[in-house]
């Protein structure tokens, strides 16, 4: 590239000669002007030939230096892959080195492993002749003798299964029936409601006899009126200066008896008359029933209601439940729900509120089909109420299996609420029908003799055969007894299943 560069200045410094000779050839003449060309090419062709060896000179030493970098980086290179190919070579033989190790313990497992076949082959015929010379002595065969052993061993895992049955019956009905007090004890103590007995009917207290007729009016015009507005029967017959109105439906019922008094007080009862007092006390039930719900979710304490919620709610002021009223039953559970849920730490708001609204369906369960349970949990629902608050008030009756606290706090303060002496009547019917079926579970069961239903039906005496059941049996067969009563029969409160043997009895709540 040098003498490139140098042919070509010495050819542009020709050039340039040339045409200054041309220039002087011009001015003096053509001899002077050649000569002096001449000698400007010539030497332009010196600086030429000089430039061309130095750029000679410089290449050849660049070759030499580049020459001598290449062969040092091809010795560094060269002494690199030396000692890559001594690592190899190293790692090579410590490979080999742990394969012959290898080897050397695989051989040794393999003949470990003969050793063990015929150590267990050994064992087997040793157990063999053993089993053989046990089957000699003893005279039984392999089956024989385990079946023996099983029958022995269940014998006593059956002793010890009843007494540790025994023990921690004993234990678990100490510590919950003293815990179960207290809370409970303690629940009712704060609550002490009354007692409650209503019935389907109402009396109305009439001045004189004379007022009888004038409720039957002319060709029964006036009683038919009445029935026809209300809804319910007027029972007009030899009880003196009374009037009896019979309905299942409690508002009804009211409003009849609200009317007849005004009809009474005001003294002229026609059919015009009538329709107006009824319309009047309807109005007044209305407003009484709103004021029952504010009262109660006061009363309740635990937070606002949806007003149609409060107005269902004071609905139930005028319903029963096997003769207890049910919004006072209602208030009953809140506040039973309330101190327990207060006592174990559980949700507070929650429970009081699934109590309030657990028998809400029971003021509707004349307008929508279904459990009233069911309707409760859908109504509060709609009304926006929490999924807890539903899942409680859903399970109170196990239609659905709970899974909170609250829920079965709900359950547990509705049973107490509705189990409670006096709280609840019930028909002569049920209560037979109950008996008979406690006394049938427990006589079905063999070595039974006799069973007896006492205090309501809340314990069950069960007197079994000495020859046929031992005092082990007994505690099992109570247990059984107590089983099928949960599972076949639905109950308020606990039933006590008591087994008695020999003067000796066996006990088990439930």
Partial sequence: MLIAAGIVIGIVFGAAGLALVLKLIGRSGLGEASNRAEELLESA????????????????????????????????????????????????????????ELLRREQGVSDRETNIKQLQREVKDAKDRELG??????????????????????????????????????????DAKRKARNLVAGALQRVAASHAAETTSSVVELPSDEMKGRIIGREGRNIRTLEHLTGVDVIIDDTPQAVVLSSFDGIRREIAKLTLGKLIDDGRIQPARIEEMYYQSKAEIEDLIHQAGEKAVFEANCGKFNPELVKILGRLHYRTSYGQNVLKHTLEVVHLSGIMAAEIEAGIRTAKRAALLHDLGKALTHEIEGSHAQISA?????????????????????????????????????????????ARGDTLENYIKRLEALEEIAARKDGVEKVYALQAGREVRVIVKPGEIDDDAAVLLSHEIAREIEQELEYPGQIKVTVIRESRATELAK
Avoid: W
């Avoid at 660049?62 to 690592?87: C, F, P, T």
């Avoid at 109420?385 to 109170?396: G, K």
């Fill in 45 to 100: 062709k010196r600086e030429a030939e000089n430039v061309r060896r130095e750029a000679e000179i410089e290449l050849r030493e660049n070759a030499v230096r580049l020459r001598a970098e290449v062969e040092q980086g091809a010795q560094e290179r060269r002494a690199e892959i030396s000692k890559l190919e001594e690592r190899v070579l190293a790692r090579q033989d410590e490979l080999e080195g742990k394969l012959t």
């Fill in 133 to 174: 010379e046990l089957e000699r002595i003893s005279g039984l065969t392999v089956l024989e003798a385990k079946t023996e052993l099983l029958d022995r061993s269940e014998e006593l895992i059956r002793h010890e299964l009843a007494r540790r049955v025994r023990q921690l019956e004993e234990e678990a009905q100490t």
């Fill in 378 to 422: 859908d109504y509060a629902r709609r009304c926006g109420e929490s999924e807890a608050v539903v899942h409680a008030i859903a399970a109170h009756h196990y239609e659905i299996q709970p899974h909170t606290v609250e829920a079965v706090l709900v359950i547990t303060a509705d049973a107490i609420s509705g189990s409670r002496p006096g």
